[in-house]
């Protein structure tokens, strides 16, 4: 993480914009890796000297060729290497000796192809380590900038000049994304093929991209994160600025965590991710062409000031398409002003429609069109439009195209895209569009999916805007907490005792149930004579988690005689049905008046740390899975609480059908507490408060039952 | 509907073959629209006779003009009317006279502009109707049938012949969708604008359709229908044997009808067209492309055995991606045979993936996508193929087509779709691949929606060849049930008092708790007598609905001193909170025991009659919204078992976490009954059951509170 700091640019500005290029593994031969690279090299317009190293070649392509690096007469920045796997060793010590910055390692052979690669992965890039070099790849189509320009890939073509930086980690993603691009005519300002990021990762590259002032907005297509921290703390300081739009593929990898407990059942590694993308801002494009979509409407349109979408059509069905798009994507149809209803109905033939969707109607020309789209780009309630062209007759497409090109410029805040219905027939406008800066989509659904992710990013840097406190408690009782969990490392247990639960939350400052442990009966009555009548016993095992299935747990005793009993019987349930589980003791708890039952849960990723958990608790967690999540690692106060407004269980919290609202200020706190704990102490593997009850506003919480599960290794992420 | 039976396609056979046709109102002039009919009808290929009526030419675009339809010499069965508005009433009582049998009214000017509109049409129609005609329109863009043929619309272009009907309540959706079909060279069997669907409707077009040899998928854009009723019946029927594929515009319309009750709030209208749509099999698709996309799969794929897609690949981004899409849009990825492996390992590169997704490499060439290919369809673990291709380096992306569609044919029970990235470079592949009957899409998720669709409507056919009860219950007591609603039509009261609606569910054999209403305090205690202690009151007023949130209940009356007591408070309550309200009585319940409290709703949809709705009773009911819907209308047992198990109270109902397992067969039993109630009485507007206390397994049912509305009006749908 020390290497990806605020330095990153021009850290990297060598491998973007080097001096001097070497191509080692340069070849005569077309179709070998090493003629491409060097003819991309040559046809991208770079302005820097290019070696070809081939130790049988004089002269490859009109350049002089080297027989090595060492006999090339000035310093080489960047080495691109495409020589077979055995061969690269020699080549990166050569490349260390000669004082190479940049690596793109091209070859593949390494950690894709199994265990053995994943050796050769880890001298190379101990290789490129000793030598203080820095990599891309390997197994990588290389890298473009089309600003230095260069070209150091075998990519089958240059993208336009523009300002989408992307990266990728597939090099077939790429491949797609650049031949779409051509296509369509959209322009990048860099294009990484990432690999198998031995070194230089995701975070490199986008931390690096913020900081050039080409590219306005990150595409990433991605399989994993390498270091989770590292990446979220990038993307949140980026996306700040910059707006981050991510394919993540392998979300049907969800539920490969489907772990034992409650916890670790609901949260799955695709949630770590959603979670993580949702918290730093970052876009996620569910499909390719949502990918492709947005990548269209940020490198062209403005923020929205809100959500309220304008539409100009000149016929009902695609209107109406048009319409549920808005509101399935989170948007909302603007309501127009009175004045500008009654500037369209002067305006506009009497079937038309003065109302949002605006209909101009069928015969519609680009006069009529530029009239009504004046109008409603005027509307402050509009804040963004979208124009829609069912092909018509007799009238030209590219004039109406001309038309919102043209009073588009006069609003350069509102965004303004268009979807022109009708293939071929439509092209030559959706060109004119495309040209004039608005994007023009071949159905209404993409053009709407297109404005609501302005809208989403929008609402991420409103909301990085306000003030966000840091979650932080001056009051908690580290020692204590650290001594509960060594007393445990020390009986090597991983799963605490309930009195070391208890005291863990109690230094944490979150309300436990009054309790004690009662290791035959008579001390069970004591211990209950001491907390107050009526009590509940429920049986401390580290085999038995689900106490109340086998008759573990007896509530609601309201005597000695009855505590006598229950001890008993419990003790009898527990040999019966678990003859071999160990029991610790009974616990005597006192009996708390009924709350809202909640859950807090906390599992660990192994990307993004611990993922707090908050919902309904009792039975109806596995239910109805009314939870929500959060990463704990850097979490602010309005995170918490929109993680609480977020479930259903906030309704029943706020006094739900005429109940007295419950004490959500100290629920908060309590995830607060609880993300801290986790937070202070890595070593905590899981968490789980089940249920907390919430009692009426003023009462505060109280931990009815806490299970903490450590890592088994001393130490984990 | 009686004009919509079995005797449609001879019905309509005149309309899409007729004889000879008469276009009143043609023109010479370009640009209006009675000449582009006139050149489409010429254009077509249409083998009958065509006369142009106008009575100031002589002749246009070479063929005779008459001055009226009653000089033209030969008997015609379609006129195609595009004279303006004011003329067309004599018009059609022209064509009616001189024994025309189809019209299509092209002219516009009716219920789309509003009332006076409405009028025109009304009277429009009883002129067809008198004259025994049947129409199509007015104010539609007209009709297409590419095997009679005819083109007897104003449409700019001609389909490909093929099978596919389109209708479209959307003159631009028209448009489009003919555009989009040239572009990709997908074909239609028939085009039919529906326009304002006056007379002839979607009902009639689809039946049409399926009786049509030509016709293999029926794909529609609608935003509403005319006779639910008449629509259900029909796509159930057809969609046995043909696919019908609806784009619904209008969906965001949901939450219109949101009503009073709790019932109404959680059923909108948008609701009952996809419970609709759920229930007979229509394939619903959520935006313009998937509707695209799903045409494109059902003329030319085979329906597949199962779920379990195997994927063919030469880069693994794509194929992750296509493995998300597989999982996330429903279906399996298939598990290849040990022998498929084995044979994959022997015949593929060592760095190529054996498993699902067949990762064949960049370097693959048709050899060997033909070798994979060949073991994955061979494989009987596998129900259809995905092949994606990311345009290769060197490879021609035309001879992997060409390979595909030759494999493909081997295996004609299996769908076979592709998705090859790369734009232009690989559009003439894609176009190999479409004319040998492999759709290709241009991103993998695309690919995966079409085999979806598929999948989805074999499991709907797979549905309805399963024998299905229809609900039934012979020992219903409907006189009974017809009093106590005659009972409350006399006092002029559309909610029913509970005594009522008791009696109502007893006389369909619900079990209600037993009770009695008291008007004093002694006859309170004498009900408790006979009912066994203990008991609740509740007050009976029609002005309150929600009694528990003000001290209208009192529950667990032990004594008679405590049924004295409560009588007296819950009077004094209702008195103090609402002043206005008048008390029928106060309810004598006998107590229940508790069970799993459920809720049974009812409310009616305009279109589509009674919507069945069950989930989680009590206060959850709003919370969670664990409910599930389902049109009473002919409703089949298997129906009903599947409302109740697609809810998350089924997970109660089962025996959740150790509880032993409740009812679920009278609860199914009890859903069944309403609905009867609901069909036999049309009149009942709105009935909610909450809760409905279900017990252990044989212990039945219990409905401890019901509601019944009657609709205002003696009779309503």
């Known amino acids: 993480m020390a290497q990806s700091n605020a330095s990153a640019r021009s850290e990297l500005q060598g491998l973007f914009a080097p001096r001097a290029v070497a191509v080692i593994g340069a070849s005569r031969q077309e179709g070998k890796i090493g003629h491409s690279i ?30 090595s690096l060492s006999k090339v007469p000035e310093p080489v920045d960047l080495a691109v290497i495409a020589v077979p796997a055995a061969a690269v060793a020699g080549v990166v010590e050569e490349c260390g000796l000669v004082g190479v910055r940049y690596l793109v390692v091209i070859t593949a052979g390494y950690k894709e192809v199994g265990h053995e690669g994943l050796v ?8 490129v380590r000793r030598h203080g070099m820095r990599m891309l790849g390997p197994n990588c189509l290389g890298l473009m900038d089309t600003h230095t320009p260069i070209n150091a890939s075998f990519a089958a073509g240059f993208p336009l000049k523009g300002e989408i930086a992307f990266l990728s980690q597939s090099g077939a993603v790429c491949a797609a994304i650049l031949d779409w691009s051509l296509q369509v005519g959209l322009g990048f300002s860099k294009f990484v093929s990432l690999g198998n990021k031995a070194d230089l990762t995701e975070v490199d590259f986008i931390r690096n991209a913020a900081l050039d002032a080409y ?15 590292a990446f979220l703390e990038t993307v949140r300081e980026v996306g700040t600025k910059t707006p981050v739009v991510i394919l993540k593929a392998g979300s049907s990898q969800a539920g490969a965590r489907a772990a034992s407990s409650h916890t670790g059942a609901l949260a799955g590694s695709d949630l770590a991710y959603e979670v993580a993308f949702d918290q730093a801002g970052v876009l996620r494009a569910r499909t390719m062409e949502e990918l492709f979509d947005l990548a269209m409407a940020f490198t062209t349109q403005p923020l929205p000031a809100g959500d309220r979408v304008g539409i100009v059509t000149n016929s009902g069905g695609p209107g109406i398409i048009a319409t549920d798009a808005v509101e399935a994507r989170g948007l909302r149809m603007a309501e127009l002003g009175r004045e500008t209803v009654e500037a369209l109905r002067k305006g506009l033939p009497p079937t038309a429609s003065f109302y949002n969707p605006v209909d101009v109607i069928g015969d519609a020309d680009d006069k009529r069109y530029d009239f009504a789209l004046s109008h409603v780009l005027a509307d402050p309630g509009v804040d963004s439009v979208l124009c829609l062209l069912t092909r018509p007759a007799g009238i030209d497409p590219v004039l109406v195209a001309r038309a919102i090109v043209a ?5 350069p805040d509102k965004p303004v895209v268009a979807a022109f219905l009708g293939g071929e027939n439509v092209a030559e406008a959706a060109r004119e569009l ?29 909301r990085d805007d306000t003030a966000t406190r840091p979650v932080a408690f001056p009051d908690v009782d580290r020692e204590t907490a650290a001594e509960a969990i060594a007393s445990a490392r020390r009986d090597r247990r991983v799963v605490l005792l309930s009195d070391e639960c208890a005291a863990l939350m109690r230094a944490y400052g979150v309300p436990v149930v009054p309790s004690g442990l009662a290791r035959g009966p008579e001390e069970a009555v004591a211990l209950a004579d001491g907390l107050g009548y ?12 689900h106490k109340t299935d086998f008759g573990g747990v007896r509530l609601g005793l309201e005597s000695r005689k009855d505590v006598m009993r229950a001890f008993f019987e419990i003790v009898e349930n527990t040999q019966r049905y678990l003859p071999h589980a160990a029991i610790h003791g009974i616990e005597v708890q006192k009996m708390m008046a009924p709350g809202i039952e909640l859950i807090v849960g906390v599992s660990r990723d192994i990307h993004f740390g611990p993922l707090l958990m908050f919902g309904l608790g009792g039975i109806y967690v596995n239910l109805f899975r009314d939870v929500s ?6 979490i602010v106060w309005s995170e918490l609480e929109a993680m609480v407004a977020q479930t259903r269980a906030y309704a029943l919290l706020k006094g739900y059908r005429g109940r007295r609202p419950a004490d959500v200020d100290a629920v908060i706190d309590t995830l607060g507490r609880v993300a801290t704990l986790v937070n202070d102490f890595p070593e905590i593997a899981e968490l789980d408060v089940n249920p907390l009850f919430a009692y009426e506003r003023g009462e505060g919480v109280c931990a009815l039952d806490v299970k903490i599960t450590l890592s088994e290794n001393a130490r984990q992420k």
Do not use: H, W
């Open 215 to 229: 590219s306005k907005v990150i595409l990433c297509y991605i399989e994993d994160v390498v270091d989770g921290e």
């Open 120 to 127: 050769r992965e880890k001298e190379l890039l101990a290789a």
């Open 534 to 545: 009526p009590v509940a016993l429920k049986v401390v095992s580290p085999q038995i988690l």
């Open 434 to 462: 495309a040209a004039g800066g608005v994007p023009c989509f071949s159905f209404p659904e993409r053009a709407v999916t297109a404005l609501s992710g302005l809208a989403r990013y929008r609402r991420f840097r409103e």
């Open 629 to 634: 999540f959060r990463l704990a690692r850097g």
């Open 38 to 67: 060097l003819k991309n090299m040559l046809g991208s317009g770079y302005r820097g000297t290019i070696y070809p190293i081939n130790p049988r070649e004089e002269a490859i392509l009109g350049l002089r060729a080297y027989p």
């Open 407 to 411: 009073r588009r410029r006069e609003y």
